[in-house]
């Protein structure tokens, strides 16, 4: 992320039915740092008790190895008895523009695997949690740490970290450095950059990317994250008289019932889908960004003034286009997400005033505090339900 990293110490963090995890065994023998297999529970629990023939798989003895090996084995012994992949447990969404990053910090580990736990496991888990910034461009967003999670029978704190796409390079060099391919041999990843980065992380750092579609990852995190709440706050909020300025407020908003809504997920560019439960949804439209194309315009104002009016000229037709999709679609509920709404109060509340505008006061624009970390999350669920013959 950026340059050679370096520390900065981290400053105290702001203010789920976990999901289903099975495992397969193949000859007995342990791949890719996955374990034997189990039957997702119905409740979204990680697993039940596996057939009493998967209960002793047939192991290399504990007494053969070097002590790294003996670790690591043990490691993954405990793994297959709780059915859930070993650790680290991350997420990656590889946007156009920018990476996101979630990682899975364990807060329950016992004196013995602490022990255990093998030195370079033990060194990421205390560079990626000790550390606010990585390099010139690597951000932790302390802010959104969520706290005593329970994700597949451990108990932790989940972390978001965010850096430049153009930074990805060092970020797998960063793996390479770490040994990481000697704790997990693949990745689970989603966005454009899990093809376009996939040779580099195969060659590079020995890692397999399991890419993950982009819109499931999405709708998958968007909904974990809302279920658990923001530390005992609710993740969705809205702007109550978005209209005028001086009575301008945010307020929570309950998304218990968030079928059917208008998803429109803003980043380098715009996708709206219509979701009609976790797994029925469609895409509407879409579109990129365009630019100001008359160079006399552009010379004749500041850039600041430029700016502040193409993000208002863009902002307003994504309301507007949003506004008309959820009437077509009958729809009464409309979610805006995307990293272009990350500190970009201006943009928030235009689409609120939008969407009352255009509706005449009949849709709300809603909002997610966790704005565009929604398929990281997506694809650090799939890792602790990923199998071995995916």
Known sequence: MGEQLRAQ???????????????????????NGFHPASQPLSNGGCGEAPHPLLLRPELPPLGHGSPAKKCRLRRRMDSGRRHRPPF??????????????????????TAEEEQEEVENLKSIRKYLTSNTAYGKTGIRDVHLELKNLTMCGRKGNLHFIRFPSCAMHRFIQMGSEKNFSSLHTTLCATGGGAYKFEEDFRTIADL????????????????????????????????????????????PYCLDNPYPMLLVNIGSGV??????????????????????????????????????????????????IARMCALNENIDKVVFVGNFLRINMISMKVLAYAMDYWSKGQLKALFLEHEGYFGAVGALLELLKMTDDQ
């Open 271 to 320: 996708s709206i889908l219509a979701v009609y439960s976790k797994d029925n949804y469609k895409r509407v439209t879409g579109s990129s960004f365009g630019h100001m194309m008359s160079k006399e315009k552009r010379d004749s104002i500041s850039k600041e003034d430029l700016a502040r009016a193409t993000l208002v000229t863009i902002t307003n037709n994504i309301g507007s």
């Open 9 to 31: 110490p981290a400053a105290p963090a702001g203010p789920a039915p976990p999901p289903a995890a099975s495992c397969s065994l193949l000859g007995g023998l342990l791949q």
């Open 208 to 251: 397999q990317l399991h890419k993950l579609d982009e819109l499931d990852c999405l709708i998958q995190g968007l909904l974990y994250v809302d279920s658990v709440g923001f530390n005992g706050q609710p993740e969705c909020y809205y702007f109550e008289n978005p209209t005028d300025p001086e009575q301008c407020q945010k307020k």
């Open 88 to 109: 680290p447990w991350f997420g990656m969404d590889i946007g156009g523009t920018l990476v996101k990053l979630v990682y899975f910090e364990p807060k329950d580990i």
